[in-house]
């Protein structure tokens, strides 16, 4: 398992639940952060593919943490 943490704005931690959708991005109208918005939802299907998982949470107030787990078969 590997796992990593950063601080977050109060907006990404109220859009987990949508981070991984292909073009989601939390502030698209800024448009201060160059992208498409498809970098989350490569790699979970790179996970997804390789037997493996993806996941976001929220750890306390303003950090948000990801997690990926590989599976041996």
């Known amino acids: 398992m590997w796992q990593l943490c950063n601080e977050t704005t109060p907006q990404t931690i109220a859009s987990i639940d949508h ?3 292909r073009t989601y991005r939390v502030d698209a109208s800024r448009g201060e952060t160059p ?4 970098g ?3 790699a ?3 996970m997804i593919l390789h ?3 993806l996941t976001a949470y929220a ?3 303003g950090r ?3 997690e990926a ?3 041996i078969k």
Do not use: A, P
């Open 19 to 21: 981070l991984f959708d």
């Open 64 to 66: 948000i943490c990801f």
């Open 40 to 42: 989350l939802s490569i």
């Open 69 to 71: 787990c590989f599976f």
């Open 59 to 61: 750890s306390g107030e």
């Open 35 to 38: 992208g498409d918005g498809l």
């Open 44 to 46: 979970r299907q790179i």
């Open 51 to 53: 037997d493996g998982t």
